[in-house]
């Protein structure tokens, strides 16, 4: 522990330290990002894997082969299910953090996005649609 960069998923479980640069950040729309956060789309952040260690808790990996044709392995807390970072034999010295994971959620700066040709039309968030600024009432 130190005065790096910290997140942990939901429940608290698994807690990570990052103590390196931050690299840029990036939308994916691929379906298996779609599947695996939930959502419309995943927002990872580059991490240098050897500057990254998980502090606490053990999480879970789960390996497929994306629509790339590349190896991810995606881990996740065991616990409550939060997905936490992707890795790929294709970059080892990278981890993909999701950005929702941090802390410091000002650290994520988004560069760019990817996969597009499968965004899905509700991936962008339409400015009159009814807004609450807190809770949905
Ligand atoms: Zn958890
Ligand atoms: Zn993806």
């Known amino acids: 522990m130190g005065n790096g960069i910290s997140g942990h998923c939901l429940c ?3 807690a990570y330290e990052y103590l390196g640069e ?3 950040a990036g939308y994916c729309h691929c379906e298996d990002c779609r599947r695996c956060t939930g959502s419309a789309f995943n ?3 580059r991490f240098d894997a050897s500057k990254f260690r998980i502090i606490s808790g053990d999480p879970k990996g789960f390996t497929k082969l994306g629509e790339s044709g590349n190896e991810l392995t995606r881990h996740f807390c065991p616990e409550c299910g939060s997905p936490l ?3 790929s034999p294709r970059h080892p010295d990278c981890v ?3 950005a929702g994971s941090l802390d410091d959620p000002t650290l994520v700066r ?3 996005q990817s996969w597009t040709a499968s965004a ?3 991936s962008r968030i339409e400015r009159e649609i009814a807004s609450f600024a807190k809770g949905s009432t």
Do not use: A, D, L
């Open 96 to 98: 993909y953090v999701k």
């Open 22 to 24: 931050v690299g840029p």
């Open 12 to 14: 608290g479980n698994v």
């Open 110 to 112: 988004p560069e760019h």
């Open 43 to 45: 927002i990872s952040v």
């Open 120 to 122: 899905v039309s509700w």
């Open 85 to 87: 970072f992707t890795s």
